[in-house]
């Protein structure tokens, strides 16, 4: 005689109830969902909890929270020759550079990757070379000092000649000196140098970055 819930084929062989199947595969679903809640408790009691905080300089400007502007200006005129870090996401550089325009400077921007010599480009008559193509004679052409060329364009009421070099970080040593040493030739002239990036923006005088400082690191 079969058992009570289970019914019998020809054969001879036990067939379970429809209905005990459905009760056992919701047994099991039940039993995994368990499971998963302890699991997801454990994780939950280890989980961090990170809080971000948010300071003035988040909401107005970074720039506009330090009152530096003074002294930028200061050693500008007294060191003649700045190396600057700025952040990396940069913007902040514009503050300083609009402030020595309002004294009267004017500007001569030059990227420290295509300048070559600095002594020859700025001071000398340099030779370029046109790109040819592939297709044309190798030319030369011979341009005036543009450092020179630059000054003698100023107009009377000008306070001096920025020279703002952009990637100074690839220029060399010596490069660098004589860069720090270019106001002494040239008076009316001061030079910025964007050698690197920082966190905040920071400034140095250039002598002690080139080494050319005996207080230089």
Request: with cysteine; glycine share 10%; net charge positive.
């Amino acid at each position: 005689m079969a058992a009570a819930g289970s019914l019998c084929n020809g054969v001879g062989q036990p067939v379970i109830n429809p209905r005990w199947q459905q009760q056992l595969w919701l047994r099991k679903r039940a039993t995994a969902m368990r499971g998963v809640e302890r699991k997801e408790s454990r994780c939950l009691g280890m989980r961090l909890v990170i809080t971000c905080g948010i300071g003035l300089g988040d909401l107005i400007g970074g720039d506009l929270v330090k009152l530096d502007l003074g002294s930028w200006l200061s050693d500008v005129e007294e060191h003649k020759a700045l190396a600057i870090y700025t952040p990396h996401e940069g913007g902040y550089e514009g503050r300083y550079f609009t402030r020595l325009r309002y004294q009267g400077y004017h500007f001569l921007d030059l990227s420290a990757r295509g300048l070559g010599d600095p002594e020859t480009t700025l001071t000398k008559i340099h030779p370029v070379c046109p790109a040819h193509v592939g297709k044309q004679p190798i030319a030369r052409w011979y341009f005036p000092p543009e450092l020179d060329y630059r000054l003698s364009l100023l107009p009377p009421n000008a306070k001096g000649l920025v020279v703002w070099i952009i990637e100074a970080k690839v220029l060399s040593k010596s490069e660098l000196q004589f860069l720090a040493l270019l106001p002494i030739l040239r008076p009316n002239v001061r030079v910025i140098a964007e050698c690197g990036n920082w966190r905040k923006f920071i400034w140095k005088p250039l002598k002690e970055i080139a080494g050319a400082s005996p207080n230089a690191a």
